[in-house]
C-alpha cells in the first residue's frame, strides 16, 4: 500500500465543470466576485460605469472594479489580475487612435489571455474597428459610449460573465484532461515503488496547485518481506524526509497516521473539515492519498482527482510488476540479501571518504562441505542454515557492511578492514548454527581482496577475491588468504598452460616414452614404465610435474590416459611382432581416471582389441590416488585384476595410507620410491627401503626399486632381496624406437657380475 501525505500550503489553481444549471464551480478564492477592468482615459467616464453597475449581482458574486488609464496601464493590471479577471470595458481612442485596439492585440497575443471577455467602448464612432478585427481579438461586444444606457450596459456586462465562465469552463476542463494524461504518462516511465510514489505525489500537487512539501509514500509490507504488513515510508519530503525506510507508526503526526489506516481499513475517501485521504485499488494492492487542507475539499477537484487515481491505479500495478521483477533480479529469494548482481553493482558504484579506500576489503566467505549437508540432511535444513548463517552476518556485523549471497554456499562482505578480517570471521562461525531442529557446526574459507583507490571494477574484484579463496580452499595451514596481483599471474599462466596442453594434445604433439625395468637377479629387460612427455616451443620438454596436475585439474587426464594405455597395448603388440615376447609396460593411472564410470570397460575394450595378454599391462597408482577415493579404487582395481591386469602401487612409503587399506587393494607390486634409494652408497643405509622391501615379501608381492642411478644402489637392493630395479643406471626414458634399439643391444648383467 502507499500512502501518500500532503501539505497545508493550498492553492487553488481555478478549475472548474460546467453544469446545465449554469452554476459555477469556480475555486474557493474565487467565489467573492467578478474582477471588472475599466479601462478608459477619461475620469468621469471610470466614476460613470463604478456607480451605473456597483449594485450588480450575478450568480451570487459582484462585481470587483479595476481602474487603468491607458494602454500600458491596462496591460499591467491585466498581467497582475491573470486568468480571473472577467470582463475589460476598453475605450478604444486613448493616448493614441488606436491605443485600445493595441491593447487588445497584445492581451491575446502577448499576455495569453484568452478566459476574459472584451467589450469596446468609443465615443467617436468615425473610429470604430473593422469587422475582421473584432473577429481576431475575439471582442465580445463593441458600443459607442452614447448607447451604453445602464440597462444596455448591465445586459451586455451580463452576457460576457456567462460567456467568459463557459470559456473558463471548456479551458480548465481542457488543461485538466492534459495534466492527467501527463502527469499518467510520466508516472508509467517510474519502474520503482519509491519512484512512482513520489511521482504520484508530485503530479497530484501539480493538478491541484500544491507544494510536495512534507508529502510521504508509504506501503503496507516490507520490500523484502511479504509477510511484514506494517506500513513503511518509502519517499518523502520535508519535514517527513527522515521517515524513510521507517515504518509509519514512528511518524510524529497522529492525525494523518490515524486516517491513513482508517482510510485502509475502510477502503473508502475521507472527507474531514481540514483533511482528505481518497482511497485507491488495483489487482489488490491499495493505496491511500491523504491531503491536509485548510478546509474541505471541493467537488471539481474530486472529479479531477478521481480521474486521475483511475489511472494511478494502473501504473501502481505495473511498477509493482517492475518492483516484482527487479527484486527476482537483484534480490535473492531465500536470504533476502543482495544477490550476485545486485552485489557486483553495488562493488561498482562504492562511494568513499578521503582516505576509506586504504582501509576497504572485500570477502568472499564459502560454507565448507555444504553438499554434505544438503545430501544428509535434506535441503530444506540446508536452506535454513544458509538462512542463519545470513542472520548471523547482519546480526554480528551489523548496516556497516554490505552483504550479499554470490552461489550457493558462497557469501559477500564489504566493509573496513575491522570488521572484514579473518579473526572477526572465523569468531562468527566459531559457534554452531540452528538448521530447523538441528544444531549444526560449520567451517568456511574465505578470500580477501584490500580495495586501492577508486573507480571499482565489481567483476574484478569478484574474480580476486575468488583466486583468493580458491587458494584458502587449498591450504593446509590457514582456511584464508588475501589476492596479491601474482596470485592472478599464476592462474592466467595456469589456465593458458592448459588451454595450450589441450590444443597439443588434439594435435598428437604429445609423445610417450619409456624407460626401462629390469630384474635385479639376472638383469634381463621385463618391461617398461610409460612416461608422458610435452614437447615445448624451444625444442625442450615441460616437466611432467608441471603439466600432469594441470590435466588432471583440467579434467583432460581422463583424454590423455586412455591415449597412453592404447599407445601401451599398440607397443606391446608391435613388441611382440618384433619377436620380444612377455615385455610389459606400466601405465600410471589418476584419481579422475576412476571417477569416470567408463573406465573400467574402456580398459578392457581396448586391452582386447589390441589382442595382448592383460597381464602385460600393469595399472600404476600412487598412495595418494589410493586414498583419495578408496571405495571407487578398490572395486575398479579388482574388476581389473579379475581381468587379468598387473596392479602396482607407485612412490610406496611417501604417502599416510593405512596397512589395513592396503590389504584391500588387489597388488602385484610395490614400487620403492627414489626418496629412500638416493643416499645409499655414500656411507648411508635405508632403513625404510628395508622395510618396504620386508613389508613387500611377507605380502607376497614383487618389489621394484626406482631412480637406482649407481652400481652400489642396484647391489644394496638386491641385497635386500628386491626383486627389480628402474632408473638411469640402466636407461634414461626414450622414445619407442629407441627403446627397441635398447633392447636388441642390451647386455643382461652388466653390473652386477
Not at 576509506?356 to 549437508?373: G, K, R
Request: with cysteine; charged share 25%; proline share 3%.
Amino acid at each position: 500500500m502507499v500512502v501518500l501525505m500532503y501539505p497545508s500550503d493550498y492553492e487553488n489553481d481555478e478549475l472548474i465543470f460546467f453544469q446545465e444549471d449554469d452554476e459555477p464551480l469556480i475555486a474557493d478564492v474565487d467565489r467573492g466576485v467578478w474582477n471588472l477592468l475599466v479601462v478608459d482615459d477619461d475620469e468621469e467616464i471610470h466614476s460613470v460605469t463604478r456607480l451605473a453597475l456597483s449594485d450588480i449581482e450575478w450568480n451570487g458574486r459582484k462585481l470587483a472594479f479595476h481602474h487603468a488609464y491607458s494602454g500600458e496601464q491596462a496591460l499591467e493590471k491585466m498581467r497582475e489580475l491573470g486568468s480571473k479577471l472577467a470582463i475589460v470595458l476598453l475605450d478604444v481612442v486613448m493616448e493614441t487612435d488606436d491605443a485600445g485596439l493595441i491593447t487588445a492585440k497584445k492581451m491575446r497575443e502577448e499576455l495569453k489571455l484568452d478566459e476574459p471577455r472584451i467589450i469596446l467602448r468609443t465615443g467617436q464612432p468615425g473610429y470604430a474597428p473593422e469587422e475582421n478585427v473584432i473577429k481576431e481579438y475575439d471582442i465580445n461586444d463593441y458600443k459607442t459610449k452614447t448607447e451604453l444606457t445602464r440597462s444596455k450596459l448591465v445586459t451586455t456586462i451580463i452576457a460576457s460573465l456567462r460567456s467568459y465562465q463557459q470559456i473558463l469552463t471548456i479551458n480548465q476542463g481542457r488543461k485538466g484532461l492534459r495534466k492527467i494524461i501527463v502527469s499518467a504518462s510520466n508516472l508509467l516511465e517510474e519502474h520503482s515503488i519509491k519512484g512512482y510514489c513520489e511521482g504520484v505525489v508530485t503530479q497530484i500537487s501539480s493538478l491541484m496547485g500544491l507544494e510536495a512539501d512534507g508529502v510521504v509514500c508509504a506501503r503496507a509490507g516490507s520490500l523484502l518481506d511479504k509477510d511484514d504488513n506494517g506500513v513503511y515510508v518509502l519517499g518523502a519530503a520535508g519535514e517527513y524526509a527522515t521517515y524513510i525506510n521507517q515504518k509509519l507508526e514512528n511518524m510524529h503526526n497522529d492525525q494523518i497516521k490515524h486516517n491513513v489506516i482508517q482510510c485502509l481499513l475502510s477502503k473508502e475517501h475521507i472527507f474531514g473539515a481540514n483533511f482528505t485521504v481518497l482511497f485507491m485499488s488495483s489487482a489488490g494492492r491499495e493505496a491511500a492519498v491523504y491531503i491536509n487542507l485548510s478546509r474541505e475539499i471541493d467537488d471539481a477537484h474530486r472529479q479531477l482527482l478521481e480521474v486521475f487515481l483511475s489511472s494511478v491505479s494502473v501504473g501502481y500495478e505495473n511498477v509493482n510488476l517492475f518492483h516484482e521483477l527487479r527484486v527476482a533480479a537483484y534480490r535473492d529469494g531465500l536470504t533476502k540479501l543482495p544477490n550476485r548482481n545486485e552485489f557486483i553493482n553495488r562493488l561498482d558504484n562504492i562511494e568513499l571518504q578521503a582516505g576509506e579506500s586504504q582501509n576497504l576489503v572485500m570477502a568472499l566467505v564459502d560454507v565448507s562441505h555444504f553438499a554434505d549437508i544438503n545430501d544428509g540432511l535434506g535441503q530444506d535444513v540446508g536452506n535454513q542454515l544458509l538462512i542463519s548463517v545470513a542472520e548471523r552476518l547482519q546480526d554480528e556485523l551489523g548496516p556497516e557492511v554490505e552483504k550479499g549471497r554470490i552461489a550457493a554456499d558462497v557469501f559477500g562482505l564489504l566493509g573496513s578492514d575491522e570488521k572484514v578480517n579473518p579473526l572477526v570471521l572465523n569468531k562468527i562461525f566459531k559457534t554452531a548454527f540452528d538448521a530447523g531442529d538441528h544444531h549444526i557446526p560449520i567451517n568456511m574459507a574465505m578470500g580477501l581482496v584490500r580495495l586501492g583507490k577508486p573507480p571499482f571494477i565489481g567483476m574484478d574484484i569478484i574474480k580476486h577475491s575468488n583466486i583468493a579463496l580458491n587458494l584458502a580452499k587449498r591450504s593446509a595451514v590457514n582456511n584464508f588468504e588475501y589476492y596479491a596481483q601474482k596470485m592472478e599471474e599464476e592462474t592466467s599462466w595456469r589456465l593458458a598452460t592448459i588451454r595450450q596442453l589441450r590444443t597439443d594434445f588434439s594435435a598428437r604433439k604429445l609423445q610417450v616414452w619409456f624407460q626401462p625395468q629390469v630384474s635385479l637377479v639376472d638383469e634381463q629387460i621385463l618391461g617398461a614404465e610409460a612416461l608422458l612427455r610435452w614437447p615445448s616451443k624451444d625444442g625442450g620438454f615441460i616437466s611432467p610435474g608441471v603439466f600432469v596436475p594441470l590435466a588432471e585439474y583440467s579434467g583432460l587426464i581422463v583424454e590423455i590416459g586412455i591415449w597412453v594405455l592404447e599407445e601401451a597395448c599398440c607397443r606391446i603388440k608391435q613388441l611382440e611382432e618384433m619377436g620380444m615376447h612377455g615385455k610389459r609396460i606400466a601405465v600410471n593411472i589418476s584419481v579422475p581416471q576412476f571417477r569416470d564410470p567408463d573406465f573400467v570397460p574402456l580398459v578392457k575394450q581396448i586391452i582386447i582389441s589390441k589382442q595382448i595378454d592383460p597381464s602385460l599391462i600393469e595399472l600404476e597408482i600412487t598412495e595418494s590416488v589410493a586414498m583419495d577415493e578408496p571405495q571407487i579404487v578398490v572395486e575398479a582395481l579388482k574388476a581389473l585384476k579379475d581381468f587379468g591386469v598387473s596392479i602396482a602401487i607407485d612412490d610406496f612409503g611417501t604417502g599416510f595410507s593405512s596397512m589395513s587399506y592396503l590389504q584391500q587393494l588387489p597388488l602385484d607390486r610395490l614400487k620403492v620410491d627414489r626418496a629412500f634409494i638416493k643416499d645409499i652408497g655414500k656411507g648411508k643405509s635405508s632403513f625404510f627401503a628395508e622395510t618396504i622391501i620386508t613389508l613387500g615379501q611377507k605380502l607376497g608381492l614383487d618389489t621394484i626399486a626406482e631412480g637406482i642411478e649407481t652400481i652400489e644402489q642396484a647391489k644394496y637392493m638386491q641385497n635386500l632381496g628386491c626383486d627389480e630395479a628402474q632408473g638411469f643406471l640402466y636407461a634414461k626414458p626414450m622414445p619407442f624406437d629407441e627403446f627397441t634399439d635398447f633392447i636388441k643391444n642390451y647386455t643382461p648383467g652388466t653390473y652386477l657380475q
